[in-house]
């Protein structure tokens, strides 16, 4: 396990902007500035190309600190839309999409609707 890192992994979109290609991926630093100027964007976060690197590097494990940080970044959601990720009432339903700094169509995967289960259908 890496050494306790105190860079932010995860930025909400609010956090974020159109500029932060490098750090934040295209389709991330998209939505960061397209809820920055208004435009109607769901909430989410994105956790940067950086952590990516560091995954790797890392033999595929994922780096200290991460999973506290998504956790928060799925609070964020869940207190913005009044929903809950695994509530099966009024569960939260969302996308994984993955991202780089350069456009390559089609070669990532992206998960939709993560969330539904035999309860919530």
């Not at 934040?24 to 769901?42: N, S, Y």
């Amino acid at each position: 396990m890496a050494a306790k890192n105190d860079k932010k992994r995860v930025y909400t979109f609010e956090e974020g902007n159109g500029k932060g290609k490098k750090l934040l991926g295209g389709k991330g630093a998209g939505l960061c500035e397209m809820t920055r100027i208004g435009l109607p964007v769901p909430p989410g976060f994105v956790i940067t190309t950086e952590t990516c690197i560091d995954y790797n590097r890392l033999g595929k494990n994922l780096p200290e600190g991460l999973m506290d940080e998504v956790l928060k970044g799925m609070k964020y959601v869940e207190e913005k839309t009044g929903k809950g990720f695994g509530n099966t009432k009024n569960p939260l339903l969302v996308s994984v999409r993955s991202g780089s700094a350069i456009s390559m169509p089609g070669m990532m995967d992206t998960i939709l609707n993560l969330g539904l289960n035999d309860a919530t259908v």
